[in-house]
Every structure is written in C-alpha cells, then in structure tokens.
Nanobody
Framework: QVRLVESGGGLVQAGGSLRLSCAAS????????IGWFRQAPGKEREFVAAISWSGTSTDYADSVKGRSTISRDNAKNTAYLQMNSLKPEDTAVYYCAVRYGSVRLGNRDYNYWGQGTQVTVSS
C-alpha cells in the first residue's frame, strides 16, 4: 500500500522559510517522480514543483521559481520542498504526489497523494 506523509507545514511570517517533507512507503521510491501541489481556499489545486526519479530533472511553477527548491533523498524515501521568501499568497494546503514516469505538471498525471500539510503565511 502506497503511503505519502507530508510534514513541516506551519505558521510563518512573510519573508520566512519552511521546509516541507514527504515521506513515502509502499513503493520503490527511487523509481517515481515526486510532485508538490497546493490548494488555497476556494481555489483549484495547482502545481508547485516536481523532481524526477533520479533528481536530475526539476520543474517549478512561475509563482515559486527562484524562491523554492525541490529535492529528494532516495536513501531515506523522502522528498523535500524548501520554500524561502514566503508570501501570504503562498498560504495553502501543500500535497506531495508520485507518478511513475517523467516530470509532469498536471494533477491527473499523478497516481498517489498524501493528505497534505497546511502552510499559513501571515503578513
């Protein structure tokens, strides 16, 4: 059974940083692409960042590019999203997801999802 557990969310002031983690089990982690998505109240879930199984390919949404870094540690079955210079508009529930294949930006391209972790950025 595939399980993804996000952690690291919380309340932070604008300009601050957070590192989100996504711990995976029940799959050969090193074979799967990892994606981070977010959903703000009243909005659709949107792509944030993704990293290929090898870590050599990454992609970012324009809204976080230059402020965020996605990474993974295949030995620990864990992926990370480092977010810096946080803005109030980054407030959302952040989800990690996996897909068996190359980096994709669409929600429907991902097979398994975690339950999410709340990130709240105060102004």
């Amino acid at each position: 059974q595939v399980r993804l557990v996000e952690s690291g969310g919380g309340l932070v002031q604008a300009g601050g940083s957070l590192r989100l983690s996504c711990a995976a089990s029940g799959l050969t982690f090193s074979s799967w692409t990892i994606g981070w998505f977010r959903q703000a109240p009243g909005k659709e879930r949107e792509f944030v960042a993704a990293i290929s199984w090898s870590g050599t390919s990454t992609d970012y949404a324009d809204s976080v590019k230059g402020r965020s870094t996605i990474s993974r540690d295949n030995a620990k079955n864990t992926a990370y999203l480092q977010m810096n210079s946080l803005k109030p508009e980054d407030t959302a529930v952040y989800y990690c997801a996996v897909r068996y294949g190359s980096v994709r930006l669409g929600n429907r391209d991902y097979n398994y999802w975690g339950q999410g972790t709340q990130v709240t950025v105060s102004s």
